[in-house]
């Protein structure tokens, strides 16, 4: 399953039992350190069971994983609007892994 953005650009898809996403520097919350997902986007994933989360920065060849339960369980929800509300997690609380 495909998940889009409110400009109708895709923002990640669940393939294997897992939601993954692309990444990029300019993505990350930088004064809090996190990585955002649309509540919205959280909120199917739970729906459907899926707990798994990958997030893979190609730039900088680094898997961050995690779960939905981080998410809803150490982040907080940040809303800049136009854009959709989002919980966000800080990357400590990721496994990374690099990748090759």
């Known amino acids: 399953m495909l998940y889009y953005n ?12 897992i939601f993954k996403k692309s990444v990029k520097e300019k993505n990350i919350y ?7 997902i649309s509540l ?7 729906k ?5 989360i990958e997030l893979l920065d190609k730039k900088n ?8 339960s981080l998410y809803y369980e ?7 609007k136009p854009y959709e509300p989002q919980q966000v997690l800080s990357r ?3 496994t990374r892994e690099v990748i090759k």
Not at 40 to 46: A, H, M, P, Y
């Open 6 to 17: 409110e400009k109708g650009k895709i923002t990640g898809e669940t393939r294997d039992g």
């Open 30 to 36: 930088r004064n809090l350190d996190a990585w955002g």
């Open 40 to 46: 919205s986007i959280l909120e199917d994933l739970q």
């Open 48 to 52: 459907n069971s899926i707990e798994q």
């Open 92 to 94: 400590c609380h990721f």
């Open 74 to 80: 150490l982040g907080h929800e940040v809303w800049h």
């Open 61 to 68: 060849k680094t898997l961050y994983k995690a779960t939905v």
